[in-house]
């Protein structure tokens, strides 16, 4: 079976080739260190040049050396090679994603273990850098991870039919490894390590059979759908819901990393079930009537989370609609020669018509456009 293999990247492969013994390059561990965080556009003219002269001789030493030393000189492919018993030729088929921090030297890493893949035949090869994503700050690394979350669920799940998921956790940072194993019990059919020393032994943990407490999570999905859209929500709002869900933001209550991995998990059962109630929208039979004629679980899921954003913004703005004029994906407008009738977008072809009345959005109709166009009452 082919395979989707998810590799942690981290800078060890580009630090290991300052030459400690050289003084001209005995400060080049501490700029680098001082500067970690650091994305390119933020380096002096020197520690740029100190990177690029890195990254040459890191490429140069896996193009010159054999397979034990390659494995030696990069954490990231000794867990690939392991995967592939040193045979890299079984990987041609297979789609390879590099994650690495929001930093020059972690893309740069990547870079460099992306090059060598393709050098060897590789060629579906991406990296991606969840923004922000460093260890600059909890803030940043928890926003980056969060980030992380929702494209593991947009990428993984429909890959599965037709392969294996690994992720690779040999390289990488600890704090980042931490939490990948963590998500990988949901993600993925095997999280590789690596025993260090001699034999590099390859350590794999199966996916295990765990599955989220829907009826636990059930009573809280308006909130939770809420804080997913955007939304901080006073404190003494949330005391129902599990403290392990919540973080915090600007004395507010947001959802917490882990919060994120268990809404997206669950959201899909949750939100295509019964149509939600959410503050400041209200529904006539009509648009009611439209969703439960909506028999696909996707297109209940969108138009809920689109309810949710819809209603977050309306709290924000006091009921004031033009806010959510200014919103790109929502595009709320009024309907030309139709009295006060008004409509919103859920994806390019669905649409919610409704009216507005002291704070207060009366949904109207919901479905294809052309067909709530036409008539929108």
């Not at 020059?104 to 090059?115: D, K, P």
């Not at 969840?130 to 429909?158: C, H, K, M, R, Y």
């Not at 901080?232 to 129902?240: A, I, K, N, Y």
């Not at 030309?336 to 072809?349: A, I, P, Y």
Request: proline share 4%.
């Amino acid at each position: 079976m082919r395979r989707v293999i998810i590799s942690t990247i981290g800078t060890s492969l580009l630090t290991n080739q300052i030459n400690r013994n050289n003084p001209d390059e005995s400060q080049w561990y501490l700029k680098l260190r001082d500067t970690a965080n650091e994305k390119w556009e933020h380096l002096s003219d020197e520690v740029q040049e100190i990177i690029r002269t890195l990254k040459e001789r890191a490429i140069a030493k896996l193009e010159a050396v054999k397979i034990p030393t390659i494995r030696g000189a990069s954490a990231e492919l000794n867990g690939i090679y392991g995967i592939y018993q040193e045979d890299l030729t079984q990987g041609k088929e297979d789609i390879h994603y590099l994650i690495a921090t929001d930093t020059a030297q972690g893309f740069t890493t990547a870079e460099i273990v992306q090059t060598f893949l393709q050098q060897k035949g590789i060629n579906n090869i991406s990296i991606y850098t969840p923004s922000g994503l460093s260890t600059a700050s909890t803030t940043d690394f928890s926003e980056g991870i969060d980030e992380l979350i929702v494209w593991l669920q947009n990428q993984i799940p429909p890959l599965r039919k037709d392969y294996k998921i690994y992720f690779n956790l040999v390289g990488g940072f600890k704090s980042l490894q931490g939490y990948l194993n963590t998500i990988g019990m949901f993600y993925a059919d095997e999280i590789i390590y690596i025993f260090e020393g001699e034999g590099s032994e390859l350590i794999t943990i199966p996916r295990l059979p765990i599955a989220i407490d829907i009826a636990a999570i059930e009573p809280h999905t308006v909130k939770l759908a809420l804080m997913d859209a955007g939304a901080g929500l006073p404190p003494e709002q949330v005391t129902d819901v599990p403290e392990s869900l919540l973080g915090n933001f600007d004395d507010k209550r947001v959802l917490s990393t882990w919060g994120k991995l268990i809404w997206e998990q669950s959201k899909q059962q949750l939100l295509s079930q019964k149509l939600l109630e959410f503050q400041g929208l209200e529904y006539k039979d009509s648009f009611r009537g439209d969703y439960n004629q909506v028999k696909s679980s996707p297109e209940r899921v969108k138009l809920q989370e689109t309810l949710a954003l819809v209603s977050y913004l309306l709290e924000e703005s006091h009921g004031d609609t033009s806010s959510l004029k200014k919103h790109g994906g929502v595009q709320y407008d009024k309907y030309v020669n139709m009295g006060d009738m008004d409509h919103f977008r859920v994806t390019q072809g669905l649409r919610v018509s409704c009216t507005s009345a002291n704070g207060i959005l009366l949904l109207h109709r919901y479905g294809k456009e052309p067909d709530v166009n036409k008539n929108p009452w």
